[in-house]
Nanobody, 123 residues
Framework: QVQVVESGGGLVQSGGSLRLSCAASGSISSINDMGWYRQVPGKQRELVATISRGGMTNYLESVKGRFTCSRDNAKSTMFLHMNGLKPEDTAVYYC?????????????????WGQGTQVTVSS
């Protein structure tokens, strides 16, 4: 079984910073892409950032220059450093990990999701 756990959300004033963490665990042989989504009730989910195993990143246009995604492959952990936070960044942030489990009976690929962490930015 594969688990993904986020941490680091909270309440911050506009212009402040937060760092989200995402840790994957379980019988994982390899993790490929990891990323962050965010969702506000009543609105469509947004893909905020992705990072490949090699460290290549992509960002939602509205967070470019403010958010930085990084990862530690040895620890199966990903981070989202959020600076210059704005009230419109308020959302529940979810991380995911695209994993592989190598088995003699056949490899298994899947996507594991975290439970979400609330980020609230006050004006």
């Amino acid at each position: 079984q594969v688990q993904v756990v986020e941490s680091g959300g909270g309440l911050v004033q506009s212009g402040g910073s937060l760092r989200l963490s995402c840790a994957a665990s379980g019988s994982i042989s390899s993790i490929n892409d990891m990323g962050w989504y965010r969702q506000v009730p009543g609105k469509q989910r947004e893909l905020v950032a992705t990072i490949s195993r090699g460290g290549m990143t992509n960002y939602l246009e509205s967070v470019k220059g403010r958010f930085t995604c990084s990862r530690d492959n040895a620890k199966s952990t990903m981070f989202l450093h959020m600076n210059g936070l704005k009230p419109e960044d308020t959302a529940v942030y979810y991380c995911y990990a695209d994993y592989y489990i190598y088995k003699d009976t056949g490899d298994v690929a899947g996507k594991a999701w975290g439970q979400g962490t609330q980020v609230t930015v006050s004006s």
